[in-house]
């Protein structure tokens, strides 16, 4: 098994500019997140999804969209890049939202708006 | 407050040393709780979960205090292996998990 795949894994954007992140897990997990992590910030959570089909805002959303298409892919997308974007991007997803169910994450996409 | 705070460090220690680690909480509505190791430009990885009883694992022991609302990790006889960041990890049961900022440690040779 994979587990957790991310594409691209680097990415440079001018401000304005857009794209799109792609998450994908064969665990057959419910639950899958996106994050950010910056120097000094730790892990921030951007969106995360409990089924395919649904998503629910995180602690940081603004500014990046998601959608759940098929259960086994997570995508996040930046509709024009800021600066403030700059930062490493993580997908995990787990078998439930919390509880004793520990959740994986992919290797992370490095991304860099300038 | 910060509902999850741990100490960043760094935490210098020689092998062989053994060094703890504290964290703190703000809901005391939290139910389960983590310990999860990053390691410089790697993706976060579950260490060990940690129980109200305490746990261990080899050379690694967490406990838990929900009255102080607090959790630790203890790492005994160190390793250049250990040198990480450590994630202390939170969650109330029926939202996502919430993460502390880290707490970095170089072991030494």
């Known amino acids: 098994n994979a587990g957790v795949t991310q594409t691209p894994k680097f990415r440079v954007l001018k401000t304005g500019q857009s794209m799109t992140l792609l998450c994908a897990q064969d665990?057959?997990?419910?639950?899958m997140y996106w994050y950010r992590q910056d120097p000094g910030m730790g892990l921030r959570l951007i969106h995360y999804?409990?089924?395919?089909?649904?998503?629910a805002k995180g602690e940081v959303p603004d500014g990046y969209n998601v959608s759940r298409l098929k259960k086994q892919n997570f995508l996040l997308g930046l509709e024009s890049a800021a600066p403030s974007q700059t930062s490493v991007y993580f997908c995990?997803?787990?078998?439930?939202?919390?509880?004793?169910?520990?959740?994986?994450f992919g290797p992370g996409t490095r991304l860099t708006v300038t | 407050r910060k509902e999850v705070e741990q100490d960043p460090g760094p935490f210098n220690v020689p092998e062989g040393a053994t060094v703890a680690f504290n964290c703190t909480y703000s809901?005391?509505?939290?139910?389960?709780f983590f310990w999860y190791r990053q390691d410089c430009r790697k993706e976060p990885k579950l260490l060990m979960s940690?129980?109200?009883s305490g746990n261990e694992d080899g050379r690694f022991t967490a406990q838990l205090n929900r009255a102080s609302q607090y959790i630790s990790l203890l790492i005994r006889d160190s390793k250049l292996s250990d040198s990480a960041t450590y994630l202390c990890?939170?969650?109330?049961?029926?939202?996502?998990?919430?993460f502390g900022k880290g707490t970095r440690l170089s072991v030494i040779a």
């Open positions: 999804s409990v089924g395919e089909g649904t998503t």
């Open positions: 995990a997803s787990s078998h439930r939202l919390a509880g004793l169910y520990e959740q994986y």
């Open positions: 940690v129980y109200s």
């Open positions: 990890v939170v969650t109330s049961g029926n939202t996502p998990l919430v």
């Open positions: 665990m057959n997990h419910e639950y």
């Open positions: 809901n005391s509505a939290s139910q389960s």
